[in-house]
C-alpha cells in the first residue's frame, strides 16, 4: 500500500519555542492531507485539512495562528506548532487519501503516518 | 454532526477466543465506514472497510458488515491471535468530496497465549 512518513517521529522543546513536523506522500501525489492530534487513550481528533495550493481549512476550536499548515507540494504538508506551550504536548498524526480514481471521494484510502510525539518542558 | 460510538475497553482474551467489537455510527446521508488497527509504535492502518449498506469488509480474518438499519458496523474475528494485539478504531467518512474519517474512541485488544 501507499506509504506516508513523518518526521521527525519525536520531539521535546522548551516553552515558547517553535516546532515543525513534515508530512510526506512517499509514493504518491496527495493534493489534500489531513492534520490529527491524538491524547492519550483517546480518539483522534481532526486538527485541520492541508491544500495543496490554498489555505488549509481548520477544524473548529483550534487556533490558525498556533498551529500553522503549509502544503507545499504534492508531496510534502508541515504543521508547525508556533510558541509551545506544555499543553500542546500531543501525539500528532497526518493522513493522506489516495484518490480511488473514478470513485467518489468517500471511498477513497486514507494512509496515516506512524506520528509525532510532542513533548513541551 | 457525524458521530461514531465504540463499546468502552479494555477488550482481554485468550488466544483462538471469538472477538467482536461494537460500533455504532450517526451520519447524514450514507457514510464509508472503516476499522483502522494501530500496532504498537506503529502507525493507523485500514483493517477494511465498507462503502454502502450490507456491504461486508474482510481482511486477516476479521469481518464487518455495513448495517444501516441498525446503523452498526461490529468488528468480529473467529479466532484471535496474540499478534492481534493492539488498538481498533471504528470510523466514518463523509460522502461527497469531503472525504475527511471521524473516528471512534478507540479500544486496546490484548491476546494472551
Known amino acids: 500500500g501507499a506509504v506516508v512518513s513523518q518526521h521527525p517521529s519525536w520531539v521535546i522543546c522548551k516553552s515558547g519555542t517553535s516546532v515543525k513536523i513534515e508530512c510526506r506522500s512517499l509514493d504518491f501525489q496527495a493534493t489534500t492531507m489531513f492534520w490529527y492530534r491524538q491524547f492519550p487513550k483517546q480518539s483522534l481528533m481532526l486538527m485541520a485539512t492541508?491544500?495543496?495550493?490554498?489555505?488549509?481549512?481548520?477544524e473548529q476550536g483550534v487556533e490558525k495562528d498556533k498551529f500553522l499548515i503549509n502544503h507545499a507540494s504534492l508531496t510534502l504538508s508541515t504543521l508547525t506548532v508556533t510558541s509551545a506551550h506544555p499543553e500542546d504536548s500531543s501525539f500528532y498524526i497526518c493522513s493522506a487519501p489516495q484518490l480511488a480514481g473514478g470513485r467518489s471521494a468517500s471511498t477513497d484510502t486514507q494512509y496515516f503516518g506512524p506520528g509525532t510525539r510532542l513533548t513541551v518542558l | 454532526g457525524d458521530s461514531v460510538t465504540q463499546m468502552e475497553g479494555p477488550v482481554t482474551l485468550s488466544e483462538e477466543a471469538f472477538l467482536t467489537i461494537n460500533c455504532t455510527y450517526t451520519a447524514t446521508g450514507y457514510p464509508s465506514l472503516f476499522w483502522y488497527v494501530q500496532y504498537p509504535g506503529e502507525g493507523l492502518q485500514l483493517l477494511l472497510k465498507?462503502?454502502?449498506?450490507?456491504d461486508k469488509g474482510s481482511n486477516k480474518g476479521f469481518e464487518a458488515t455495513y448495517r444501516k438499519e441498525t446503523t452498526s458496523f461490529h468488528l468480529e474475528k473467529g479466532s484471535v491471535q496474540v499478534s492481534d494485539s493492539a488498538v481498533y478504531f471504528c470510523a466514518l467518512s463523509g460522502t461527497g468530496a469531503n472525504s475527511k474519517l471521524t473516528f471512534g474512541k478507540g479500544i486496546t485488544l490484548s491476546v494472551r497465549p
Open positions: 492541508s491544500n495543496e495550493g490554498s489555505k488549509a481549512t481548520y
Open positions: 465498507a462503502t454502502k449498506a450490507d
